[in-house]
């Protein structure tokens, strides 16, 4: 059974950080690339970062590039997104989804190209 699970969300004020985890089980790891989205109230769902075990490829979304840093440890089938200078904007709950072994700016924000997702953690910004 495919699973990911998200962890390490929480409160936090403005300018604060929060490292997020994603432990994933029952697939090839290095199969696939794991993406971070997020949903605020109200809003779309939107693609964040992705990593790619296979071949190291990144993307990042312009909102939070130079502020998020996706990671990944192979040995635990894990993927973390460390996030400083948090902003009330950023406030959403944040899901990892597996999808294509590869990222690309032309498609890993897309949520359509995703194949496993889990259930989400909230992430809540205070001004």
């Known amino acids: 059974e495919v699973q990911l699970v998200e962890s390490g969300g929480g409160l936090v004020q403005a300018g604060g950080s929060l490292r997020l985890s994603c432990a994933t089980s029952?697939?090839?790891?290095?199969?696939?690339?794991i993406g971070w989205f997020r949903q605020a109230p109200g809003k779309e769902r939107e693609g964040v970062s992705c990593i790619s075990s296979s071949d190291g490829s990144r993307y990042y979304a312009d909102s939070v590039k130079g502020r998020f840093t996706i990671s990944s440890d192979n040995a635990k089938n894990t993927v973390y997104l460390q996030m400083n200078s948090l902003k009330p904007e950023d406030t959403a709950v944040y899901y990892c989804?597996?999808?294509?072994?590869?990222?690309?700016?032309?498609?890993?924000?897309?949520?359509?190209?995703?194949?496993?997702w889990g259930q989400g953690t909230q992430v809540t910004v205070s001004s």
């Open positions: 029952g697939f090839t790891f290095g199969d696939y690339a």
């Open positions: 989804a597996a999808g294509p072994p590869v990222c690309s700016d032309s498609y890993s924000q897309y949520m359509a190209n995703y194949d496993y």
